[in-house]
């Protein structure tokens, strides 16, 4: 542990800097997050120095800021592990540490946690104090004001660090403002405001109560923390987020209020590195990159499904004007910054918000548009219920465009795509698409364009391996028999899981059949019944959960049927899959060709 607590202002931004360094040092070699976690160095020192890590709740929200909290909290040497197989996370999580109150890697839960921590903390007659980082892209999410709603209402003491580093919640106006802020939250102030009150009630008639409360409203109006403050929730800033000394008295301040408080915290992205200072998206999460001249480490490889995706749904978009599409904070990450580019008025970044992005394009299928949800798997988890009740219950032509589905990498637990098949194929109406390859997916997206009806497409991170077949047009509910075989073996393979089938297939002396599925809902029953006139036993592949997967629905099927077929299954496990390069992943879950053909032979 770095001793946050003895230290001088001057020493402590000697640690800022040291933080800073470590961090773009690790960082510039292995990826990570990098802008957002750079501007939040003194911000944490300072939650260090006024709080306890030990003993109060630390939450940060998604967690991405939380690399100057690791290496304060004694994982200095081991921060050189940060998102690697094996190493530390990068994200908090307890069993690395005390210190880090929860799991999180998703959006806008840290009040939330807040306020059921004090809760429990005022029911057990305990002291702590739960302290919230949460970003200004965290506040577009609704889950945030519905838990800042119950905080107004209970008034349990909470402090919230709204570390502002992209725009304001409202225009600040320069240091009038500031200056007030802090006196409505001081103590001077409110003991003035409880002797006025008291005056009043005592001797003057219940009309002057007004005057009291317009005089005390009239201060708040010209603050830009007026939202809050009507929500019941005290408002302290903007303070500057890089001035250790201003952010350890705001924070002793607001610690000592007994009550919920926002600090508002203004700062800069990739503070004390000048290449990535101010708002620029792709210094987020980065890759490795020379130190000297900010340059990334270029690949040269195929091109990414995601690329794939945004040049064919761009195609489509130019010739039909009815469709139309939304992102939820993730643009540049889903490739539909290009479509928002040219088609200004068709598409959408709703920020934070993929419950609204779903119940939107409902709307907007109702009107006979033809609109693309285009979302992450791991994020499609938010907007599970408007999938159920506004798309799929009114049978709406909702297609949702999944990216990074299955492994993702150093992202880990929190960002694995492994569920999206096992809570989408129990929807009725819903359609499940998967394409093998990158033709397959531009054919896979005029398909669920005109469908009229849910349809979900998913497609992996990274590149889709090119394959040689011909490339047909998706039939509802149809699958492809590839290669046919004269052995009693059959792969059949969903989305990338047709490129692991293949693979695997070349590695063992076996003529196997080899099926691409193209639809987990609707099953090609036909295919299916008479594939097993010719095969006893089947191997499924595909990069989901094994529980409601893939194989899960053929077993449905086969007992439905009273068909007897042997069904072996290379999904995943019941586990959360950890953080570390996506093929010592595949490897340590037994999952890589060789492995699975060594399987086979053994079964």
Known sequence: MIDIKNKSTKELEIVAQKIRDRIIDVVSRNGGHFSSTLGAVELTIGMHKVFDSTFDPFIFDVSHQCYPHKLITGRWEEFETIRQFGGLSGFTKPKESQCDYFVAGHSSTSISLAVGAAKANKLSGGSKVPVVMIGDGS?????????????GDLKLP?????????????????????YLSKLLAGKSYQGFKERVDKFIRNNLPDGSLYLAKRFEESL?????????????????GPIDGHDIEEIIDTLTLAKNFGKPVIVHAKTVKGKGYKIAE??????????????????FETKEGAKSATAVFSEALYNLALKDEKVVGVTAAMPSGTGIDKLMHEFPNRF???????????????????EGFKPFVTIYSTFLQRGFDQIIHDVCLMNL??????????????????HQGQFDISFLRFLPNMTLVAPRDSKTLELSLEFGANLGSPCAIRYPRGALKELPYVATPFIHGKGEVLKSGSSNIAFIGYGAGVNRAIDTSNLLDIDITIVDLRFVKPLDKELLTKLATHTTKWYIFSDSQKQGG?????LEFLNEAKIQIEVITFEYEDIYIQHGDTKLLEFDLGITPPQLAKKVQLS
């Not at 959408?348 to 109702?366: F, G, L, N, P, R």
């Not at 893939?550 to 053929?554: D, L, N, T």
């Open 139 to 151: 506040m577009t999410a609704g889950m945030v004001y519905e838990a800042l709603n119950e905080l």
């Open 158 to 178: 909470v402090v919230i660090i709204l570390n502002d580093n992209e725009m304001s919640i409202a225009k600040p106006i320069g240091a009038i403002s500031k």
């Open 220 to 236: 708040k109006l010209i603050t830009p923390g007026m939202l809050f403050e009507e929500m019941g929730i005290d408002y302290i």
């Open 278 to 295: 101010g708002h620029f998206e792709h210094w987020h999460g980065v890759g490795p990159f020379d130190i000297e001249t900010g340059k």
């Open 348 to 366: 959408w970044d709703v920020a934070i918000a993929e419950q609204h992005a779903v119940t939107s394009m409902a709307a907007m299928a109702k």
């Open 397 to 414: 032509g909702v297609t949702f465009a999944i990216d990074r589905a299955g492994i993702v990498g150093a992202d880990g637990e929190t």
């Open 550 to 554: 893939v194989g899960s629905a053929i």
